[in-house]
């Protein structure tokens, strides 16, 4: 063997052996399978949205049923009916009338639902949020001018939605508010305000539609976006297929430079030709 050739090839990867290559081995095998994990829960995600929403396209496109076939005094509102386009006959009750505080509309402005029971004809009361009205003051300590609903008996069609919690929304039900105002819309915790039998959940309505000087209407649901999820599965797979590569090109330029350093050692070593 060429004297320079064996030299070269000498214990030219035992820095391999190092304690920084040791590490930066040990952090690249670290990262490979936590990437993988990442990936398969964004793909999780991916398909748990993409369920929602094909959920929340059916109950849209069903056809209207009469709340009382899916709603009834404790009954909590599933996922598949959430959502569902309902009716209702009765009449409004604007004596026992509040409103949802801290609630925005379409253009983030801070205001109020307004909440109205509605009294059925076959018994019982159906929560309806009747839209959005902006704040009087900063204050919103005194209850807002409501728009007054229909007078009568009239028919009404909205989105069956379930209670509202803490958990599932995010915001705090305090105490100690102003008359007539509450933080969550909450079935039974108004049977208990109005002494009656709720139905379970409310009613956002649509119709009869708003008009000018009346609520504004809520938004109709968006569909969450789940190929971002599929996006994001993606890069990490693609981030853990990286990481080998980029352990092997790192060894590469390693060695590379570690044999460049040793070649004017291995030419002074050759032996003078005869």
Do not use: C
Request: charged letters at 25%.
């Amino acid at each position: 063997m060429h004297p320079t050739t064996e030299l070269y090839g000498r214990g030219v990867h035992r820095f391999l052996l190092s304690r920084q290559w040791v590490i930066i081995t040990l952090v690249g095998l670290l990262l490979i399978p936590t990437m993988i994990w990442l990936g398969t829960w964004q793909m999780d995600r991916h398909d748990e949205r993409a369920a929602r929403n094909q959920l929340v396209a059916d109950a849209l496109a069903a056809d209207p049923v009469p709340v009382e076939r899916l709603a009834s005094p404790g009954h909590a509102v599933t996922r598949a009916e959430r959502y569902r386009t309902v009716t209702a006959e009765g009449r409004f009750d604007t004596d026992d009338e509040v409103v949802v505080r801290r609630r925005t509309n379409a253009d983030d402005e801070v205001g109020f639902h307004v909440l109205t029971p509605f009294v059925l004809d076959s018994g019982g009361v159906l929560l309806v949020n009747r839209g959005w009205i902006p704040a009087d003051g900063p204050s919103q300590t005194a209850f807002p001018e409501v728009p007054a609903p229909p007078r009568g008996e009239i028919t009404i069609r909205g989105r069956l939605m379930p209670d509202e919690t803490t958990e599932a929304s995010g915001i705090k039900d305090l105490e100690g508010l102003p008359d007539r105002q509450i933080m969550l819309i909450n079935s039974e915790q108004e049977a208990e305000r109005l002494g009656a039998r709720v139905l379970g959940g409310y009613v956002a309505l649509t119709a009869p539609e708003p008009k000018d000087g009346t609520p504004q209407a809520l938004g109709n649901p968006g569909n969450e976006n789940a190929a971002l999820n599929y996006a994001y599965a993606i890069q990490w797979w693609l981030f853990a297929a990286a990481v080998p590569v980029g352990w092997v090109v790192l060894v590469r330029r390693e060695v590379r430079e570690r044999t460049a350093a040793r070649k004017p050692e291995a030419e002074e070593a050759e032996p003078a030709a005869v």
